[in-house]
């Protein structure tokens, strides 16, 4: 897979070092030289670049990417501008990197679904929920098995869970339903809180921004996600 990583301080390195490690094609972006050269033999290719320059942007290869992530954290600014830039290069995955809730916020008001905070998320977690598109949340039981939090996939927004069988057709577990807070003034500073729900009702229809807790072979996610 190939990914972009922009922002190469102390998260974006680590994350970009991580999936170079993990065989995956990674482009490392920075504006910063010394970065740049400090990470040139763990990365597979390093380049200086503004990122909030559109024009430098086009000539990255963004369709080609798996996904990229805007790591950028000293910068608050220039790390909402490069989203928007990839926003409206219509990207097709785009992960943001948060340093506070507003920041959060602020990506998540500008389109960025995937926003990842390092005081909570790793750089090893992120590396592992990558391997997987469309997983929010990603955790490695080995290399044949993990629990994923994944969005409800859009044939089955509407749909019952008793009505997708998941176990029988794709032998996963479903473990919880995450269901979203109600949109309001705070609610939307906060979109994390979602309501876990362990004993979730089967033949209540599922809504779209409702995330779906499953357990399994690896494989079977990635069965279930592409079905």
């Known amino acids: ?4 990583v922009i922002g ?22 920075d504006n910063h030289p010394e970065r740049l050269d400090e990470l040139k033999d763990s990365v597979t290719t390093v380049m ?5 320059n559109i024009n430098a942007m086009k000539s990255l290869p963004l369709e080609e990417a798996d996904a990229v992530i805007v790591a950028i954290g000293e910068d ?18 785009i992960i943001g990197r948060a340093v ?3 920041h959060h916020s602020i990506l998540n008001q500008i389109g960025i679904d995937e926003v990842v905070m390092p005081l909570e998320d790793s750089a090893a977690h992120v590396a592992s929920m ?40 794709f032998h996963l577990s ?19 809180d979602y309501k876990v729900d362990m004993s979730f009702d089967p033949v209540a ?12 072979r690896i494989l079977d996610i990635k069965r279930f996600i592409d079905s």
């Open 1 to 4: 897979m190939k990914y972009i």
């Open 205 to 216: 229809p599922l809504g779209e921004r409702d995330i779906l807790v499953v357990a399994g």
């Open 174 to 192: 479903m473990v919880a339903l995450k269901c979203p807070p109600k949109e309001g003034v705070l609610t939307s500073l906060f979109k994390r």
């Open 8 to 29: 190469l301080g102390y998260f974006g390195s680590n994350l970009a070092s991580k999936l170079t490690g993990m065989g995956h094609e990674v482009i490392g972006i």
């Open 48 to 52: 200086k670049m503004d990122a909030t």
């Open 130 to 169: 990558l391997q997987i598109k469309n997983t929010r949340r990603l955790i490695e039981l080995n290399d044949e098995y993990a629990v994923a939090e994944i969005p409800v996939p859009s044939k089955y927004v509407g749909h019952a869970p008793e009505t997708i069988s998941i176990g029988e057709r």
């Open 76 to 93: 608050v600014g220039s790390s909402i501008l490069a989203a928007s830039i990839l926003k409206n290069l219509k990207v097709k995955r």
């Open 100 to 102: 506070h809730q507003t």
